[in-house]
Every structure is written in C-alpha cells, then in structure tokens.
C-alpha cells in the first residue's frame, strides 16, 4: 500500500526548533518530487517547500526561506523538514506529498492526516 505518514510536530515556542518527518511505504522516494504543505485554521493549504527528484532547487515559499531546510534519506525512505526559529504564524497542520515534479504537488489529492506544529509562547 502507497502511503506517506508525517509525524514530529508538537508545540513549541516561538524561536524554536522542530524536525518533521515524512516516511514512504510501498514506493521510494527518492524517484520522486517531495513536498511539504501546511494548512492553518481558515486558511487554504499552502506549498511550505519541495525537494525535486531531478536535482533542481530546494524550493522555498517566501515565508519559510531561510529558516526552513527540507532534506531526504534515502536509505529511510524518509524526507526531512527541519524548522527553525519557528513563528506563530508557522502554526498549522503540515502535509507532505509526492509527484515527478514539484509543480505536480498541486495536483495531490491523496492527503494523510498531517503533523500539528503550534507555535504559542
């Protein structure tokens, strides 16, 4: 069974540092683009950033870059979101998704049941 499970989220205060994880089953990862999403209460879902399986980017929304870093293990099957000097604003449910490409994420409609991150002093 094709099946990607977030997990690592929590609450954390603001400036501090969370990693989620993104673990594959029943397909590998690495021949694929791999995204991160999140959705906050009353907002649409919106791309965070995306680690392509034909060598370009990283690729980063606006407001993460720089603090954000998303990475993969291929030996885990396992890509990576390392999320520093977090924001209140990073609060939200984060997703991961997979396509060939990173314009593909768009399209993902196969969505698991996320990882909650708060940021909240």
């Known amino acids: 069974q094709v099946q990607l499970v977030e997990s690592g989220g929590g609450l954390v205060q603001p400036g501090g540092s969370l990693r989620l994880s993104c673990a594959a089953s029943?397909?590998?990862?690495?021949?694929?683009?791999i995204g991160w999403f999140r959705q906050a209460p009353g907002k649409e879902r919106e791309g965070v950033s995306c680690?392509?399986?034909?060598?370009?980017?990283?690729y980063y929304s606006d407001s993460v870059k720089g603090r954000f870093t998303i990475s993969r293990d291929n030996a885990k099957n396992t890509v990576y979101l390392q999320m520093n000097s977090l924001k209140p604003e990073d609060t939200a449910v984060y997703y991961c998704?997979?396509?060939?490409?990173?314009?593909?994420?768009?399209?993902?409609?196969?969505w698991g049941q996320g990882t909650q991150v708060t940021v909240s002093s």
């Open positions: 680690i392509s399986s034909s060598g370009g980017g990283p």
């Open positions: 998704a997979y396509d060939n490409s990173c314009e593909g994420l768009y399209e993902y409609a196969s």
């Open positions: 029943g397909f590998t990862l690495d021949y694929y683009s």
